[in-house]
């Protein structure tokens, strides 16, 4: 309690400077080509905030972009003049205290380190806000927009209180105070945008906050890799993974476990007999359910076991999140002769290489709020990667069952799924050549294409 009175002095303490140098940055006028981009969360993890930093960037605004720095942004951005990061401070977990004790206190921390932060920027015509998290990140900016004279635009991804939803149950005290919030405050914004048509309807609907769709599209480098870059990347994988090593070794030709170089001509070839690579990305939070994923495997396994035409696997789930450990120590107990499973955490360049590289890719989101869809099958999408994916209410806005790849409900769909997409692999006639080749044909457009057409009239006519 004592922490928590310390925390609301400090605020009261500060907030008459704060306002004070607010009412100084707005007298002396807002920049009209400067914005602020606020991720209450990991920059490196938050792919769509970059890309609108660098879309933004690319239209001749400075960029501020605010978050925590726990991972490395993507090297275009991080090489952008027109772009600051700003790091703000991660206040680590509390261990003393209850829990609503501990989350108050957190989010006073938060308001007032944020607000600070924001108070000596310079000023900024808008503040991009990704929600969630949006407590209290929608006041403060909010807050700081009437100050200042900015105009707050919110990306909803999601529902911050479904995702709370997940650990403690709908109708905790917690999970109804940020619903209140979310839902009261939201309102408050300038602009909105949102990630699905449902999500719009609802917004509208339930909380009548008035959205436009902008669907994830994948960044321009997220694209089919050639075959040289595919094997510097397994080579560079194989120093630290042993699933991408080579099982023998030859003088005359450098080798991964799916491909060989010659050391004369250095022509790169596939292997023949090579395993087929799957790869997942991953949160590791309560909304992906990879015990799914690995009695796919399971039962993928007693097939090659059975004599079935199906080749050797490497499974890479990449990622970073609290559930990491758990399901690492499951797939410790797994005893697979055929499948090989790791889960590493790639640097951002290394991440659409391996996409590009791979031969299918297995998506198990299931939205808390059932109104999101994964980015992370945006970007095998770019890659041109088929996809199989766990099926929610909203899903077909992307995944077209049968087209660009499959959708399944539980492990037994999932397994057959498997087993019909590898069967006597690689076969270039075979489904998953068909769906590749159709992800080739679409010809989508790129998040900068996409995001000229919808985003910048908005702001532009604000």
Known sequence: MAAFCVALLSLALLLPLLLLGGWQRWRRGRAA????????GDLGRSP????????LAKCGFSVTLMGFCHSK????????????????????????????LRYG?????????????????????????????????????????LLCGSQLLIDWHNYGYSIMALAHGSTHPLVLLAKWYEKLFGRLSHLNLCVTNAMREDLAENWHIRAVTVYDKPASFFEETPLDLQHELFMKLGHTLSPFRASTEHPAVERSAFTERDARSRVVTRLRGRPALLVSST???????????????????????????LPALVCVITGKGPLKEHYGHLIGQKHLQHIQVCTPWLEAEDYPLLLGSADLGVCLHKSSSGLDLPMKVVDMFGCCLPVCAVNFKCLHELVKHGENGLVFKDSEELAA?????????????????????????????????????????LITDM
């Open 283 to 309: 949160s590791w939070t309560e909304d992906e359910d990879f015990s799914i994923l690995l009695e796919a495997l399971e039962k993928y396994e007693q097939q090659v076991s059975d004599g079935d035409s």
């Open 33 to 40: 080509r400067h914005v602020v981009v606020v991720v209450l």
């Open 105 to 145: 206190i957190k989010v006073v921390f938060q308001a007032v380190h944020l607000l600070w932060k924001l108070m000596w920027r310079e000023p900024a015509a808008y503040i991009f806000l990704q929600n969630p998290p949006g407590l209290p990140a929608i006041v403060v900016c909010w807050l700081l927009g």
């Open 48 to 55: 769509r905030m970059q890309y609108h930093a660098l879309s």
């Open 417 to 457: 799924q498997l087993q019909m997409l590898f069967s006597k692999f690689p076969d270039p006639t075979g489904k998953l050549n068909q769906f590749r080749k159709n992800l080739r044909q679409s010809e989508q457009p790129r998040w900068d294409e996409s995001w000229r057409r919808t985003v910048l009239p």
């Open 73 to 100: 942004p993507h090297s275009e951005l991080l090489q952008n003049d027109r772009i600051k990061i700003v790091k703000l401070t991660d206040l680590q977990r509390i261990a003393v205290g209850p829990q609503v």
